[in-house]
């Protein structure tokens, strides 16, 4: 856990100088930013959802996902939840749930946070993970700039799903193939899409919704490839 916990303390810190900017750059400069991290959001996304080597695995681990995400009411609890934090914080920023929730994705959804996640639950020295933490933290600098205090409390569902990725490797005991890989970045490429689009204001997908597509994608993996 200690490459998880590394990488949630680089993000607090490049955090905390973000805020720094957030608080100094006009508006007009901020809306700019905001269109800059959603047009790189998209472009993240894309990248990742074209690793897929199973469209009909993709398009399954979406639809059911979301429709679990929704029976569950996903977004609402997620939004009650970072509610609750803004109101701890006193927090009077209206980007508040948009920038938890789009740090996490950014953060979490690529193959290099499960690879890393893998490499350390193996019993390896988390060098994957180390430098994504360089990158997350510089990262972090732009995207609270732009998204303000939200992006910093990223870092606890960061916490949690990296570490479970962790724990879930340590189980496995390196039975985990590229092919789960690259399917279970595909599907966090196409929620960064949206993602994306919502940054923009282009729609307003609820991408919180299909959060349950990330286990929805191992199960068919491990059922049909």
């Known amino acids: 856990m200690w490459g998880t916990l590394i990488n949630a303390g680089a993000i607090i810190v490049g ?3 973000g805020l720094l900017f957030h608080s100094r750059i006009p508006k007009k400069y901020i809306q700019i930013i905001f269109q800059g991290i959603g047009l ?16 009909l695995i993709l398009v399954f681990s ?3 996902g979301s429709i679990i995400g929704t029976l569950l009411n996903f977004e609402n609890q997620i939004n009650g939840f970072s509610g609750w934090i803004k109101q701890k914080i006193k927090a009077e920023d209206s980007k508040f749930t948009d920038g938890l929730v789009s740090a996490f994705l950014l953060y979490c959804m690529g193959s290099m946070t499960i690879l890393g996640a893998f490499e350390e639950g193996l019993g390896n020295h988390p060098n994957l993970l180390l430098a994504k933490s360089l990158m997350d933290g510089i990262s972090s600098i732009a995207l609270t700039a732009g998204l303000g205090i939200g992006v910093m409390f ?6 949690i799903y990296q570490g479970s990725l962790t724990f879930l490797a340590q189980m496995l005991n390196d039975r985990v193939s590229q092919l789960y890989i690259n399917e279970l970045s595909a ?3 196409l929620m960064l899409i949206g993602m994306g689009l919502n940054i923009l204001d ?3 997908i609820k991408v919180v919704n299909m959060l349950p597509a990330l286990v929805i994608v191992l199960v068919l993996v491990w059922m049909f490839l």
């Open 15 to 17: 955090s905390l100088i």
């Open 40 to 55: 790189f959001t998209l472009f993240v996304g894309i990248a990742m959802a074209l690793k897929t080597n199973n469209y």
């Open 62 to 64: 979406i639809v059911l």
């Open 154 to 159: 990223s870092v606890i569902p960061l916490i």
């Open 187 to 189: 599907v966090g490429g």
């Open 202 to 204: 282009v729609t307003k």
